[in-house]
């Protein structure tokens, strides 16, 4: 479908998208950052930059001016694992909190209220003043029936909604592009989301993931999502071999950049997630900020134009 999109095509998505930002009504100013020193609230996701202490990778995003960070708090692969939350998430914020940035998002694992640590690491973060943290995927079994699985999954989410309210954080969930992801077609996101306030259970929009499964309607999607979304993650992409989307930098692909100028002018105040994925992790840490640093600066260009 991407493969054979026309330059004329992405325009009318373009424009549809710019009326689908006006045309819906915002729910974010309640979710919104308190003391955010700009009107949006950039933050780098450093997913791949667990070789950098506190210390310095407080140091090392102020510098490339983000208001926070993304951070992982996965069993895993998290920069801080979740078993340890409650010792190292102040020690986190007090590193952070002495060049001027917050946790903005806590990444994490968690499918529901049951899972182990989940209690734990959201009263940490909730005690460390953080207000939104991004739940794990659910992913299809594509041999059983999908509707079946959906109505599974509801009471999982609706369990954590539950303890959002309680603790007074925001879980979000992610739509991400892939044939067995939960949530990758909107609609099956929507149909959970909707029963739920967004300061309890809400929506990362990511455009990159939207405009591969979506092709020309993701527009019409997102504005299905619109009133769900407390957060948004930034990154590119183009089609590769055997038609898979693959990770490029931004503004090098296939992501729309007259989404973000309308997102600019339009009243959201929450946070902007800058992500890197197309950096092998090996790389370093070095390669990894310079590739923050290079997307942040095409974000922001597009922001402000």
Known sequence: MGEHLTRREFGAASMAAAAALAAAPSVIAATSDPGASSKNRYCAFVK???????????????ELGFGG?????????GYVKPKDSVKEVPRLKK??????????IATTDF???DQE????TLRALVDSDVQRYRVGFYRYDLKQPIVDQITAIKPKLASLAELNRKLGISGM????????MFGATIWDLYYLLRDHPPEELSCVYDLRHATVEAGEAWPMLYQVMKPHITAYSVKDFKWGSRRKSVHVPLGQGMVDPEFYKALAKSDYTGPISVHVEYVKESAGADAQLAAIKRDFETLKKWMTA
């Open 173 to 180: 969930y992610q739509n991400h592009s892939g044939a067995d």
């Open 48 to 62: 791949y930059l667990g070789e950098l202490k506190y210390d310095e990778l407080a140091e090392r995003i102020a």
């Open 69 to 77: 960070v993304e951070v992982t708090f996965r069993t895993k692969d």
């Open 95 to 104: 590193a952070l909190e002495k060049q001027g940035l917050g946790i903005t």
């Open 111 to 113: 499918l529901s209220a």
């Open 117 to 120: 640590y989940v209690e734990d």
